[in-house]
């Protein structure tokens, strides 16, 4: 089945204990159904304890929700990297999960392929449903089309208005390929310029709301992070928002080469 994404999902770097599984808990209890994670994050048994309280509660059926984790660059070796599905597996507690990304290319390792490898196999042994990568450039993608004649359902990537990645989305998108947007308000840096507040001021919204609505705009499905209900709402809100073309180009404008967060060029960047 081809995977089928909500135009918002939900962050939780950082979630962690029972804070965190009720904050997950309460994101599907408002309407996220996709909620992102990571072997890295050491929360994968939080998120998982969140999500089955949550369908235990019946905010949800376990069906509509897509898990989503993935695979940190020290276990890209076939064996290592299906050993971490499985533990990932196992963390979770929910059953096979719905999307497995491998979290950075690491290219001077050179090990990507492989790591892409073990997750068609891991598909295969029913332990995921799909398959994708974050942070992975042009080049990398094209490799692993050449080397498996599979490309990736989801490309997640750093993407906010001082990064807005115009180029990589469009590649994606040519490509039949799910951008999927990480730290979407720019960890809050995002929210502090005159066109996103002029867009706030002018539609009654937040400047939140305003990033939010221009990632959808652009074709990037953001996953912002929230710990609060309050924010929780106020982002699953956005989606009311349709901002005009020039509010979408003036915010997009607001990009420049050097925006990443903390420089996490996937190149060179290299996370283990
Ligand atoms: N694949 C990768 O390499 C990668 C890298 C980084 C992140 N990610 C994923 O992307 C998710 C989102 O990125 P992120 O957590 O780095 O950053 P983010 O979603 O851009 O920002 C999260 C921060 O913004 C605050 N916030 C949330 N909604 C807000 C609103 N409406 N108004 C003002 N502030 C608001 C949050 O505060 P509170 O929590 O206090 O409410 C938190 O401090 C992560 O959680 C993770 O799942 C993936």
Same mark, same amino acid.
């Given at each position: 089945?081809?995977? %089928?994404?909500?135009?918002?999902?939900?962050?939780?770097? #950082?979630?962690?204990?029972?804070?965190?599984?009720?904050?997950?808990?309460?994101?599907?209890?408002?309407?996220?159904?996709?909620? *992102?994670? $990571?072997?890295?994050?050491?929360?994968?048994?939080?998120?998982?304890?969140?999500?089955?309280?949550?369908?235990?509660?019946?905010?949800?059926?376990?069906? !509509?929700?897509?898990?989503?984790? #993935?695979?940190?660059?020290?276990?890209?070796?076939?064996? $290592?990297?299906?050993?971490?599905?499985?533990?990932?597996?196992?963390?979770?507690?929910?059953?096979?999960?719905?999307?497995?990304?491998?979290?950075?290319?690491?290219?001077?390792?050179?090990?990507?392929?492989?790591?892409?490898?073990?997750?068609?196999?891991?598909? !295969?042994?029913?332990?995921?449903?799909?398959?994708?990568?974050?942070?992975?450039?042009? !080049?990398?993608? %094209?490799?692993?089309?050449? !080397?498996?004649?599979?490309?990736?359902?989801?490309?997640?990537?750093?993407l906010h208005p001082a990064f807005p990645q115009v180029g990589?989305?469009?590649?994606?998108?040519?490509?039949?390929?799910?951008?999927?947007?990480?730290?979407?308000?720019?960890?809050?840096? $995002?929210?502090?310029?005159?066109?996103?507040?002029?867009?706030?001021?002018?539609? *009654?919204?937040?400047?939140?709301?305003?990033?939010?609505?221009?990632?959808?705009?652009?074709?990037?499905?953001?996953?912002?992070?929230?710990?609060?209900?309050?924010?929780?709402?106020?982002?699953? *809100?956005?989606?009311?928002? *349709?901002?005009?073309?020039?509010?979408?180009?003036?915010?997009?404008?607001?990009?420049?080469?050097?925006?990443?967060? #903390?420089?996490?060029?996937?190149?060179?960047?290299?996370?283990?």
């Amino acid at each position: 089945m081809p995977l %089928d994404l909500p135009a918002l999902g939900f962050g939780t770097y #950082k979630l962690r204990g029972t804070e965190g599984s009720e904050a997950v808990a309460g994101a599907v209890e408002l309407g996220y159904r996709l909620i *992102d994670s $990571a072997y890295n994050y050491e929360n994968e048994g939080t998120v998982g304890a969140g999500i089955r309280a949550a369908v235990e509660r019946g905010h949800a059926s376990r069906e !509509e929700i897509i898990y989503t984790s #993935k695979l940190p660059g020290r276990y890209h070796e076939r064996s $290592a990297a299906l050993a971490t599905v499985e533990e990932s597996y196992y963390r979770s507690g929910i059953g096979p999960i719905d999307l497995y990304l491998i979290h950075w290319p690491n290219p001077k390792q050179g090990h990507y392929v492989e790591a892409w490898k073990a997750l068609i196999e891991a598909r !295969e042994r029913g332990l995921v449903k799909h398959i994708g990568v974050c942070n992975f450039l042009p !080049e990398h993608l %094209d490799i692993l089309e050449k !080397e498996t004649g599979e490309l990736p359902e989801v490309n997640q990537i750093e993407l906010h208005p001082a990064f807005p990645q115009v180029g990589a989305l469009e590649w994606n998108t040519s490509r039949g390929i799910i951008t999927e947007g990480w730290s979407p308000l720019g960890r809050g840096a $995002a929210l502090d310029s005159a066109p996103v507040r002029n867009a706030a001021r002018s539609h *009654d919204a937040t400047p939140g709301q305003v990033v939010l609505a221009w990632h959808r705009a652009v074709g990037s499905l953001a996953i912002p992070k929230a710990s609060s209900r309050k924010r929780q709402q106020e982002n699953l *809100d956005s989606l009311k928002l *349709d901002l005009t073309a020039d509010e979408i180009e003036s915010i997009t404008s607001l990009g420049n080469p050097d925006g990443r967060l #903390k420089g996490q060029d996937p190149a060179t960047y290299e996370e283990f």
